[in-house]
């Protein structure tokens, strides 16, 4: 069973497959995130398929479930810092610009 896209995910569902059978789990799961990105924009789709391609990366590295979703999120954190950094930069570009420094001007005499 696919959820579209639209749809609330059925969490019982998902629950009681990776229950029953982890391999038809993650069969359904590649199949509905293939679902999900086939159903973006095509200009889209690659950097989507690339994103996915770190996740699923990410995940086999873990050591256990706990230690995917911590990295996930920080993976999720560090992407929302670099937008929310250059969300700023766009709406208030003044704050993007470094301030002067400040020096003392020093007079040299002749030797």
Do not use: K
């Not at 749809?7 to 629950?15: C, G, I, K, N, T």
């Not at 009681?16 to 889209?44: D, K, N």
């Not at 086999?60 to 937008?83: G, H, K, Q, T």
Request: proline share 9%; aromatic share 8%; net charge neutral.
């Amino acid at each position: 069973m696919q959820t579209p896209a639209h749809e609330p995910l059925d969490f019982e569902y998902w629950q009681r497959l990776a229950e029953l059978s982890p391999q038809a789990f993650e069969q359904a799961r590649s199949e509905a995130i293939e679902a999900l990105i086939e159903a973006c924009p095509p200009t889209t789709q690659e950097r989507l398929r690339r994103l996915q391609w770190r996740i699923d990366r990410t995940r086999e590295r873990a050591d256990n479930p706990v230690a995917a979703c911590i990295a996930l999120s920080r993976m999720m954190w560090d992407n929302y810092d670099r937008l929310n950094q250059a969300l700023q930069r766009l709406t208030r570009p003044e704050a993007a610009q470094p301030a002067p420094a400040g020096a003392t001007v020093l007079a040299f005499r002749p030797a």
